[in-house]
Nanobody, 115 residues
Framework: QVQFVESGGGSVQPGGSLRLSCVAS????????LGWYRQAPGKQRELVAS???????KDADSVKGRFTISRDNTINTVYLQMNSLKPEDAAVYHC?????????WGQGTQVTVSS
């Protein structure tokens, strides 16, 4: 079955950096657009960055210039490099296909940004 296992979250001060990783399994990784999503308490889940099968990327306006998504098709892994983190970036981050596969959300990884 389709599975995603996220890691790399943590607690940082504003302006700090984190690199998230997500290992996918259960489907033909190279055939799908992948994305990083986040959900903050009381808010809807939002797509923050996506990467096509060819490596073309799209970022939400809120993270443009600060976050970079990448993928390694040899190890079925997608990454999110997050720089210049702001308190409003705090959320649980998940990866999934774009559009997401119902029922395949992993546990996510928590990102906390505070001084």
């Amino acid at each position: 079955q389709v599975q995603f296992v996220e890691s790399g979250g943590g607690s940082v001060q504003p302006g700090g950096s984190l690199r998230l990783s997500c290992v996918a399994s259960g489907f033909a990784f190279t055939n799908y657009v992948l994305g990083w999503y986040r959900q903050a308490p009381g808010k809807q889940r939002e797509l923050v960055a996506s990467i096509s099968t060819f490596g073309n990327t799209k970022d939400a306006d809120s993270v443009k210039g600060r976050f970079t998504i990448s993928r390694d098709n040899t190890i079925n892994t997608v990454y999110l490099q997050m720089n210049s983190l702001k308190p409003e970036d705090a959320a649980v981050y998940h990866c999934n296909r774009v559009p997401p596969t119902t029922g395949s959300w992993g546990q996510g990884t928590q990102v906390t940004v505070s001084s």
